[in-house]
């Protein structure tokens, strides 16, 4: 039985803290936009940090931009520590951005493989010699082209729900049909589920409903239709990026990612297989496959497991004095 002494309990010094309102909104003074010209246009560069400190390079998922996919993950408040020894760069696709312009009707979008060579402009803009890889869906794709095509150049990368497949009958059809909705009518109610199955898989609004209406408005208000469908064509066009695990330790494997991959997915996430598939054709020497459970949507749901387990991989690679904590 409860004891009666618990009526006695002081509580006027206890204050409740509500947490603020979600929102995805340029609201960051930590960041500064910049425009970096290539051969395919001028891209959005976002950069956090001390230009000085080792580089982070980002890179979003379909339906989002740095601000939606990374804004408020970089910004929690263990992220933010960490990020004092750190600058991250965080690119954007071509016409993704925030209040970006319809692109041009002759406008070429880059293929996969051209927006991987974009970030090498990137860096040779910033004069970076190397950096760490940080992505989400087509971004974690898009850099793991970057990381085989110019493996000296990648310290190591976290790949959140990456493919290394090309894409499969299903997601052809259902890209597809959200192509000639968005081109025809915008935004639709179905492209808007589609990209929400995507983004947080099965049951999310049980889960958390205030982060969906949150997410479900961004994709009403401020996507960019036309230039979301470029992006997604150039996604369902991707190729396998044909790496192998070398399953005799005696030899050495080129055909692989060489640096230190730390490979994620959420317990609800549609990409589980994906991410099985990438973990199965990395070297198991130095790559780590990860299922965080209870969220789809690892960097929103559950941001202060995927930045402990990201603390401890910068940790093994070297990084041990930026990630420790003061």
Same mark, same amino acid.
């Given at each position: ?11 006027? /010094? ?28 001028s891209i959005l560069v976002a950069i956090q940090g ?14 989002? /931009? ?26 954007? *696709? ?7 312009? *319809? ?34 869906? *087509? ?41 000639? /909705? ?145």
């Amino acid at each position: 039985m409860p004891s009666d002494s618990m009526d006695d309990i002081e509580l006027k /010094n206890i204050q409740l803290q509500f947490p603020t309102a979600r929102t995805l909104s340029r609201d960051d003074t930590n960041t500064t936009e910049e425009q970096v010209m290539t051969e395919k246009g001028s891209i959005l560069v976002a950069i956090q940090g001390d230009r000085r400190k080792p580089a982070i390079m980002s890179f979003h998922d379909i339906g989002l /931009n740095y601000i939606a996919n990374f804004q408020a993950f970089f910004n929690y408040i263990d992220m933010r520590a960490l990020l004092e020894n750190f600058c991250v760069y965080h690119v954007n *696709a071509p016409g993704q951005e925030e209040g970006a312009p *319809a692109l041009p009707e002759d406008y070429i979008y880059p293929t996969m493989d051209e927006l991987a060579d974009m970030l090498n402009i990137v860096m040779a803009h910033y004069n970076l010699k190397s950096v760490i890889g940080f992505g989400v869906g *087509a971004g974690a794709n898009i850099l793991a082209r970057f990381a085989l095509n110019y493996p000296n150049k990648v310290e190591c990368m976290c790949l959140i729900n990456c493919a290394s497949t090309q894409a499969g009958w299903i997601e052809w059809g259902y890209q597809k049909m959200n192509l000639r /909705n968005l081109r025809a009518k915008g935004m639709t109610e179905g492209v808007r589920d589609y990209l929400m199955w995507h983004h947080f898989g099965k049951g999310t609004d049980e889960r958390n409903h205030d982060l969906v209406e949150v997410y479900k408005q961004y994709f009403e208000r401020h996507v960019q239709p036309v230039n979301l469908a470029l992006f997604i064509d150039s996604y369902i066009r991707r190729s396998d990026l044909s790496i192998s695990r070398e399953t005799d330790p005696g030899k050495k494997n080129d055909n692989t990612l060489r640096m230190s991959v730390m490979n994620i997915t959420g317990a609800f996430s549609p990409h589980i297989d994906d991410t099985v598939t990438l973990n199965g054709r990395l070297d198991p020497t130095n790559s780590t496959w990860m299922k965080i459970q209870d969220c789809g949507m690892v960097l929103e749901e559950q941001p202060g497991k995927v930045c402990e387990a990201f603390r401890l991989f910068l940790q093994g690679q070297g990084y041990g004095k930026c990630v420790t904590p003061q």
